[in-house]
């Protein structure tokens, strides 16, 4: 790639005079040898199985193995449906995210985005618009691949991983993508769409990984949904003009700083935070005796 920062990315689009998407396109063909339109039929892929999770997950009535989690983005979906001041985009977005991440909860199939954990936030926020605005399929198609790059030159500074910067690294990118992908369906210039995605950062920066049982249920498949309405809001405020006064560069080696500096109890080990509550250690014993149960005491 020709640039590794979003500062390059930002000087060569406006010195090529390039949209963000023909330059994913080139990318693409650089690093896969993919023509556009092959670059587009695996971002339908993707697309499928989002939708798919998103309508399975709305639907059950099922808890995960621990009964930890599940049928609640079908109780939200109720409550948007009849409602008019939740049935929107953040309403909608909201149950859905909650709806794929269960999904993943009950070991189903999703798309990781950036992770599993994180799975939620971005199909949640297309399904959402989708339904309301009706874009053209390929436009939909685009975002998707618009979030993966944006998420892709993150990477470049940091990993995609809780347990290496906590779920900053997780849900943070995941509302930081959806972010994007919003912004990019809204027609919004490439540097709304940074702006967006890096808005969406800076407000995630210092979330901690502290799953119960060391599970991803509790808090994460919560979390997708809150941090839905993160990524519309960031999208809102970038549409609108307003920037981060940090530099999105700079907010991306904040949040390496922060990820650094945080205590390995908060990176994926449930050694602190919500899985070492009360309830939290509850589960984590129902959790041991239901694996001793499962492979014997040896
Ligand atoms: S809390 Fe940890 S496991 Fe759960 S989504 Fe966040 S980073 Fe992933």
């Known amino acids: 790639m020709p640039f590794n920062s979003f500062e390059e990315l930002n000087n060569y689009l406006s010195?090529?005079?390039?949209?963000l998407v023909?330059?994913?396109?080139?990318?693409?063909?650089?690093?896969?040898?993919s023509t556009p339109d092959e670059t587009l039929l695996k971002a339908a892929e993707y697309w499928r199985i989002m939708k798919a999770s998103v309508k399975k997950g709305v639907k059950s009535k099922e808890l995960s193995l621990l009964k930890l989690t599940g049928k609640d983005a079908a109780k939200i979906n109720r409550l948007v449906k009849k409602s008019p001041l939740f049935d929107n985009i953040y309403g909608r977005?909201?149950?859905?995210?909650?709806?794929?991440?269960?999904?993943?909860?009950?070991?189903?199939?999703?798309?990781?985005?950036?992770?599993?954990?994180?799975?939620?936030?971005?199909?949640?926020?297309?399904q959402a618009y989708s339904e309301i605005e009706k874009p053209d399929r390929k436009k939909i198609l685009e975002s998707i691949l618009v979030s993966g790059f944006l998420g892709m030159i993150l990477f470049n500074d940091v990993t995609t991983a809780g347990a290496d910067y906590g779920c900053q690294a997780e849900v943070g990118v995941g509302a930081a993508m959806a972010a994007a992908a919003l912004t990019y369906l809204e027609d919004g210039s490439s540097e709304e769409i940074i702006q967006a995605f890096i808005l969406a950062i800076k407000n995630s920066l210092g979330l901690i990984c502290d799953p119960v049982a060391g599970l991803v249920e509790v808090p994460c498949v919560k979390r997708n949904g809150i941090f839905a309405s993160v990524a519309i809001s960031a999208s809102l405020m970038?549409?609108?003009?307003?920037?981060?006064?940090?530099?999105?560069?700079?907010?991306?080696?904040?949040?390496?700083?922060?990820?650094?500096?945080?205590?390995?109890?908060?990176?994926?080990?449930?050694?602190?935070?919500?899985?070492?509550?009360?309830?939290?250690?509850?589960v984590d014993r129902a959790f041991e005796s239901e694996v001793k149960r499962f492979f014997g005491d040896n």
């Open 15 to 19: 010195k090529e005079k390039k949209k």
């Open 22 to 33: 023909d330059v994913i396109f080139e990318v693409e063909s650089n690093l896969q040898g």
């Open 93 to 126: 977005a909201t149950a859905y995210a909650v709806a794929v991440n269960e999904v993943n909860a009950k070991c189903g199939v999703i798309v990781a985005c950036p992770t599993a954990g994180s799975c939620g936030i971005l199909p949640g926020v297309l």
């Open 238 to 282: 970038a549409l609108s003009g307003v920037k981060s006064f940090i530099s999105p560069d700079e907010v991306v080696l904040t949040m390496k700083e922060v990820g650094d500096k945080l205590h390995h109890d908060f990176k994926e080990t449930a050694g602190g935070g919500l899985a070492k509550t009360r309830d939290g250690k509850a």
